[in-house]
């Protein structure tokens, strides 16, 4: 190669920071480049020319400590193929490398040895792994945030329903963290929260998933886990932020959370509904003075009636619009005699989704008191 060739091809190589190696038939070395021995951690005044690769790196400072990486200089297919990837390598000192091998021939096509590449690629993994952060970590505390929270909700979901077990979400959140917040600033309330996000994190197993959800909600999803289970780890949340002892000032003070616990299949039929079941059991563990847990109990959700007043007045206008009330009559005989003495009229409202089901007055009484004068109902009874 001439001298202008060679010194343009080592500019390039210095300009890309690629380690160059090139091995004959017999793994020897025949050529390498500075930036091969800065990667490995070898001195290039060693005399490496002509000797066996793995020789070389068996002295490299720099090489894996729990890894056979000489394994893939003596593997048959390379002196087979143009190019094996033998995917990444990392380093003693962290860095990570990717190597590739390619094979070199002479004019006649004859392979007369092997060209190994490689790539520090550690920048673009830490930029990787930070933007995988910034997408799935909460900033001030580090836990999972609400995004990466929903996928594990979904995906834990799925899993028991594929193999016909359950899983739990317990949510809560501090007790009047609004008045922190409001008496001592909100810089004193975020190092509350990651306070809180720190001691319950060591509650928490490997396997479970413990996220912010935000302001001051978290949740912890348990793949796998009974009643029992799941109230052992509800009990030692509101024991742990109950120990806590958080200095404002002068002030010390001891939060307190409210922890709410629901579990699928038995407490719900969806993710979406599994949340929703938890949300409220937080909300009863309020209602019961706070500081402590309460699992989902479907006859204490007043949500369910909560809503069901605020459907009331879509179905009475529905009813208003498309004649959808109705008279109904009933006899009031004696007793002695069994005579008709009068009859006694009430209304009732066909609901007009749902054909051939009947509410009656006493369900929509009071929406219709409510939200509107009674004269609006007057028609029913000409």
């Not at 193929?81 to 962290?94: I, K, S, Y």
């Not at 699992?295 to 069901?308: F, G």
Request: net charge negative.
């Amino acid at each position: 190669m001439p001298k202008s060739e060679r010194a343009r091809m080592l500019a390039l190589l210095a300009a890309m920071r690629f380690g160059v190696l090139f091995v004959d038939n017999d793994h020897r070395i025949v050529f390498f480049y500075p930036a091969f021995c800065e990667i490995w951690g070898l001195s290039s005044s060693q005399a490496m020319i002509g000797r066996p690769i793995g020789q070389v790196l068996q002295l490299a400072d720099n090489r894996p400590a729990l890894s056979d990486v000489l394994s893939c200089y003596l593997e048959e297919h390379t002196a087979l193929e143009d190019r094996v990837d033998f995917g990444e390598v990392t380093l003693n000192d962290r860095r990570v490398i990717v190597q590739n091998c390619y094979r070199v021939t002479d004019p006649q096509g004859v392979t007369n040895g092997r060209m190994w590449v490689y790539e520090d690629v550690t920048q673009q993994r830490l930029i990787a792994e930070r933007m995988v952060n910034l997408a799935e970590r909460d900033a001030l505390t580090g836990l999972f945030n609400r995004h990466r929270f929903q996928q594990e909700l979904e995906r834990m979901v799925s899993e028991a329903n594929r193999r016909d077990h359950q899983m739990a979400l317990v949510f809560f959140d501090l007790d009047e963290f609004k008045l922190v917040n409001d008496s001592f600033g909100h810089t004193v309330g975020d190092e509350l929260l990651k306070s809180i996000a720190r001691e319950i994190n060591l509650q928490v197993r490997r396997h479970e998933v413990f996220a912010r959800l935000g302001g001051d909600e978290f949740a912890v999803l348990l793949p796998t886990c009974d009643e029992f289970e799941v109230s052992k780890l509800a009990d030692r949340i509101v024991q742990t932020v109950m120990q806590i002892q958080f200095a404002a000032g002068s002030h010390l003070m001891r939060p307190s959370a409210s922890v709410g616990v629901a579990i699928y299949p038995l407490h719900a039929n969806s993710a979406d509904q599994l949340v929703a079941h938890a949300d409220t059991a937080m909300y009863q563990a309020k209602a019961a003075g706070k500081n402590t847990w309460r699992i989902y109990r479907p006859d204490a959700d007043h949500s369910r009636n909560e809503l069901n007043r605020l459907s009331w007045k879509e179905r009475i206008v529905d009813a208003l619009e498309n004649d959808g009330f109705e008279l109904h009559y009933q006899g009031i005989y004696y007793t002695h005699n069994r005579q008709l003495a009068h009859l006694e009229a009430f209304g009732s409202h066909e609901r007009s989704r749902c054909r051939g089901r009947l509410y009656y007055a006493g369900q929509f009484y009071w929406p219709c008191r409510k939200n509107w004068q009674n004269h609006r109902f007057g028609s029913l009874g000409d």
